[in-house]
């Protein structure tokens, strides 16, 4: 037996000014058969079908009003009554889409299976693939469903990249976006990949050193913000973490994510897992009389964990402050990476040699001769650390 419910001519107006039930009531649409708008108490109002699916009264919820305006919900019964003539079920079809929406991922619940599921078994690199993920894509696009992600979304994370002159580094995050999605493919995820015929960006080798001119800008910007009159307004992390790059020649995500279980003050050196390193190696560096200052003034505003903690979602500085700090400081040109770059250049310049530069910068060596020697050249590496400090304080004093 159907359920009587009034025959309403239903319009825009009709249905806002419908008054608040004091049970719930359904009002049946005049024009659309099998059409009606369910009124609760509350004032909540929800547009429903009402079929016959082999000799079988069925229901289904089509959405809300005003999300579903009245023209919506006409067209969605028209929509359905289609899928009848075809001998389909909407209810039916609407539950097997709900299940495949459910089942498909987003771009950051992929991610995580990506990295366990290929990169940590097949990629030594899989922690860098890991903090491209995390840092240049996921906060962009990775709340998007797989299957509804476009080549336009992909461009825009990569061009996001490449405003900043670092084409390099846009290639090698959109390596790992395409391999991931290739990925997705091979596991039946997707049909194709939205990455296809995305080009990679032109590489430009960069040789930026900065000059002595450059150092004392930037050691002057660098003091302790109202202290002196060259000082610029900057985060105390940040000016601290300029200084350590320069005086340690690490990589800009190795200092701003340093922990104080890595530091070993005692003997001025810090100790960097495997784990964060770039190359996965382990690695100790010397810290020289300049960057054992450094470190003490971080210490201040240390906490339990990070040298430089912040409120972002790591806990500590990311390597943005220092990249926006280099810009300001000099132009779009300069990177942190040049930082590294220049202290390498000085020490060579200093006197030592290749070997001794590259075991502080933390470079693999893959000839037969490094197979063999498992010198640590830890003597060496502090001697040029140290003259490194000893000829920048001279410089910038």
Request: charged share 30%.
């Amino acid at each position: 037996m159907v359920p009587y419910m009034p025959t309403q001519k239903l319009t825009a107006t009709v249905i806002k000014n419908l008054p608040k039930p004091d049970k719930r009531t359904d009002y049946r649409d005049e024009a659309t058969r099998g059409l009606y708008l369910r009124v609760f108490p509350s004032g909540q109002k929800t547009w429903r079908l009402r079929y016959v699916f082999r000799q079988k009264e069925k229901y289904l919820k089509l959405g809300e009003w005003p999300t579903m305006s009245l023209a919506d919900a006409r067209r969605t019964v028209m929509d359905q009554r289609e899928l009848l003539a075809e001998g389909r079920d909407p209810d039916a079809e609407s539950q097997r889409i709900k299940v495949e929406r459910d089942r498909m991922p987003t771009v950051a619940e992929f991610a995580d299976e990506y990295i366990e599921r290929h990169a940590k078994p097949n990629k030594k690199s899989w922690r860098s693939d890991r903090r491209n993920l995390d840092v240049d894509v996921l906060p962009f696009i990775g709340k998007v469903a797989l299957d509804d992600l476009h080549r336009r979304d992909i461009v825009a994370v990569i061009d996001r990249i490449r405003d900043r002159g670092a084409d390099t580094h846009a290639n090698r995050v959109f390596a790992v976006v395409r391999k991931m999605l290739n990925f997705a493919v091979e596991r039946g995820v997707i049909d194709v990949s939205p990455a296809l015929q995305i080009k990679q960006s032109k590489e430009r080798r960069r040789d930026v050193v900065l000059s002595d001119g450059d150092l004392q800008l930037l050691w002057a910007a660098t003091e302790p913000y109202g202290e002196t009159e060259t000082a610029l307004p900057m985060h105390h992390n940040t000016r601290l973490i300029l200084r350590l790059l320069l005086t340690t020649a690490a990589r800009n995500a190795e200092v701003c994510g340093i922990r104080l279980d890595e530091l070993d003050l005692d003997r001025e050196r810090w100790v960097l897992p495997a784990r964060r390193s770039k190359n996965d190696q382990g690695h100790t560096i010397p810290l020289s009389n300049l960057a054992m200052k450094t470190i003490r003034a971080a210490l201040e505003t240390a906490d339990g964990t990070f040298l430089f903690p912040s409120n972002s979602k790591c806990g500590h500085v990311t390597i943005y402050a220092p990249i926006q700090a280099m810009q300001r400081l000099f132009d779009s040109a300069r990177k942190p990476h040049d930082l590294r770059r220049t202290a390498a250049s000085r020490m060579t310049e200093l006197g030592h040699g290749r070997l001794v530069v590259d075991k502080i910068l933390n470079h693999v060596d893959g000839s037969v001769g490094a197979v063999y020697d498992r010198y640590s050249y830890y003597e060496e590496k502090r001697a040029a650390l140290n003259d490194w400090s000893a000829a920048l304080a001279k410089l910038v004093s």
